[in-house]
Every structure is written in C-alpha cells, then in structure tokens.
C-alpha cells in the first residue's frame, strides 16, 4: 500500500515515510492510493469481535508490511486500553463518549497510534525525530502524554502564553523526559507561524528530521476511524440507519468516519457542525471554498478558517458536489445557541455536554429534523472539565474533577519562555 500526495500522484510513500515526513515533499497531504473494502460479513458479525481485533482488521491494509503485524497487534493493544461507551441521551439520539483516555479528549487515540509508529520506526535508528507542534489547547496536552517516555523521539511543543485553561497548560508543561514546552509571548497563530519557519529552514532541516503531529499525519488521521466502527457495533442493535454528527475543526475526525463508510461500514449520512467558523457549511450551499480568517468562539478547538482535511473529504468523494452532499451536510451554530443546548440538555437529562459535544448535538438534531426515523450518534470529543470556564459559566456548577486530571493539577509547571522565532531555532539547532 502506498500513500500519494493530493497535489501530484506521481509523488508517493510507504506508510513509514508518510509517518515520518508528515507531508509530502510538494507540501500535498498524503492519502492511501486504495481502500479495500473489509467483507461485509464482517460488519455483519462485529459483535464477535473485540474492539482491539475490530482496530487490528481495520488499519491493517495501511500500515501493511510496514510494521510486523504482532507489533501492531501490541500497538493497539496500547493505544486503546480505555473504554468508548455510546450513552443514551434522549430517544434516536445518543453520544459517543471519546473522553475516557489519559488527557481526556479524542485526540488521545491518534496521539498515542502515532506515537507508538514513529517509536517504532526511530527504534533502529540513531538520529533523532523531532516532532514539533503548535497548539491551541487539546493537541499540546495529547501529543506530549502520548509520545512521553518513546525512545529515539524527542517533543517540542508551543503554545500562547495566557491563551490555553489552566488544565490543559499542566498537561503539556508538567511531563518532563522527551517532552520540552515552549510557553510562548504571542497568539496561536504566531506558535504556528514560527513551526512553520522551522519546517522550511534548510539550516535546521539539513540537520535535524523534524516532523510534526497534527492530523495531516497519516498516523493520527487514520486511527481515528477505529471508533466510528466501536460505536457502529454498539448502534446497529437499534435497528435503525445510523448518523454520525461531528463536531469539526480541521475536519480529520470527520474525515476518518468518511474512511470507515468507505470500508464498508453502514452510514446513512454524515453530519459536520461547526462553530461560527463556517468555510464547509458555506462550500456545503455553494460548491464554493474559500478559507477565511478564523473567528475566535467558546468552542475553541474548533476555531479554523481554513479546515486542512477538507481536501481529503473532497477526494474521497471523487470530488463530486453531488456525491458529497449526498452523503454529508454542514453546519454552523453560535455560542448562545450553544449555551442554551448545553442548559436544556442537563435540564432535561442531568448530561453534562462540553461546548465542542453540544455544537455536534445541534447539529445532529438539525439533520434529524428532516430525516427523523434515523439514529443518530454524536461525538462527545473532550470531557466537560477540559473547559470548566464554559460549563460553569453556562450550567451554575463546577464538575467532579476526574483522578487523571487532578493528577497533573498538583504538578509543576516547567516551560521555555520564548519572544521570537531565533530562540526557537536556536533551541533546535543545538538540542
Ligand atoms: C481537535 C478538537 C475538535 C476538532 O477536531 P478536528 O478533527 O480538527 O475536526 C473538536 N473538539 C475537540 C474537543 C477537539 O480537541
């Protein structure tokens, strides 16, 4: 199996060097030049198998011979040694609870698959990986519990001084080891902007392999489709079409759900909600892409004005306007509408949302209204405590701080100040 770049198929790799490199040399996203229907008996039968078998079948056809299938077996064994419960919230709805791992948000399944691939793959080696990534929140937090403590790579992550909540901050400054925090004075996008030096200054590269662990990697992409099937084998008891209703950022989630339906898996449609950043809803009515600047919005791992994924949705479609809104609809609430969700929903059911989770509900009961003898599963992508600033303004009430969370509070806090770009450099040149 090899992976092509989006901007020229000529331009390919093995799934160890898409992992390695992150993006390809002519800067496209990499995605797999096939994908094999899995057979259908095998979603006939999913019950009989276990979560860590259901991920093993399903990933296989793209990591192929890249990694000894009793490594991978271990590797998922790893990765996904937390549950992934389907909650019953009201009739025809219910939530996909991906908040049960170590930082408590999706991105713990990609962050820890990636990590353990790239271990793997540095184990032989004796130059070291960098990976260098700039973070709004969530990321930071999942790549630095992911990668902690894997030998042959060595983390770097920025983030906005002021900018992140006090638990996500202790998630990424407080591990240690392989794992440096660059606090730095300026905006995400200028943590981005200065990553983005680094990965195009020949003075580092000629030296260093950098790469990076944002969901163009290949290896935090795909993994992410093992719980679209998880909450597939729980949902299909109901008897009814199954929706999925995401709630979208960079739209890799989504995206790897798309992956799942191309396997075989029975979807009826797919639903993309989003914040007040609305560049898919908008290409939704008009066929139109046009990026814009993001807006900033209480649901703020979602804040994107320019979704690096899309492209691969696209592609996946054929890139056929019709195909895709055969299969998928977007759109976009504002923070009141998600505010008011959040309050009626605990009203009525005592289900504490997060603001990312309610903006998927919204959206999903938009779809349903047109198409109401379906089942609809939305994604709860981090739990409520990771924006306690939110739920307590919005709900009156503080959260249980769950153990794994309380873990890192009582830690302390060591980051790298940095003003500018050369301090970045300069750390790198030297490490
Ligand atoms: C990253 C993130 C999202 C967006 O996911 P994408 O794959 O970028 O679309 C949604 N919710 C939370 C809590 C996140 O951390």
Known sequence: MKFYSLNNSKIQASFKEAVIDGIAPDKGLYFPEEIQPL?????????????????????????????????????????????????QIEENVATLELFHGPTMAFKDVGARFMAECLGHFSEDKNNEVIVLVATSGDTGGA??????????????ILYPSGKVSDIQEKQLTTLGQNIVAMEVN????????????????????????????????????????????????????????????????NFGNICAGIVAQKLGMPVKHFVASTNANTVVPNFMKSGVYEPMPSIATISNAMDVGDPSNFIRIRHLY??????????????????????????????ESGYIMDPHGAVGYLGLKEYQKSN????????????????????????????????????????????????????????????
Not at 200 to 207: K, P, S, V, Y
Not at 323 to 347: C, H, V, W
Not at 379 to 397: I, Y
């Open 186 to 249: 300026g905006t995400f996008d200028d943590c981005q902007r200065m990553v983005k030096t680094a990965f195009l200054d020949a003075e580092i590269t000629n030296q260093k392999k950098l790469t990076s662990a944002n969901s163009i990697n290949v290896a935090r992409w795909l993994p992410q489709l093992f719980y679209f099937l998880f909450a597939y084998k729980q949902a299909r008891t109901k008897g009814k079409e199954i929706v999925f209703a995401v709630p979208s950022g």
């Open 39 to 87: 057979p259908a008996n095998f979603f006939e039968n999913i019950d009989s198998y276990s979560n860590h078998e259901i991920a093993f079948k399903a990933i296989h056809q793209f990591v192929d011979k890249n990694i000894p299938d009793e490594v991978l077996k271990e590797i998922i064994k790893k990765v996904l040694d937390f549950d992934f419960p389907l909650v």
């Open 372 to 431: 109401p003898n379906t089942y609809g599963v939305f994604l709860e992508t981090a739990h409520p405590v990771k924006f306690l600033d939110v739920v307590e303004d919005t709900l009156g009430l503080s959260p249980k701080i769950p153990p794994q969370i309380q873990k890192v509070m009582g830690r302390k806090k060591k980051a790298m100040k940095i003003n500018t770009y050369e301090e970045l450099k300069s750390y790198l040149m030297d490490s």
């Open 318 to 347: 054929q890139d056929d306007f019709l195909t895709i809104q055969e299969n998928l609809s977007s759109y976009s609430f504002s923070d009141e509408a998600t505010k008011s969700i959040m309050k009626m929903i605990y009203a």
């Open 143 to 156: 790549v630095a519990n992911g990668f902690l403590g894997v030998k042959g790579v060595n983390v770097v």
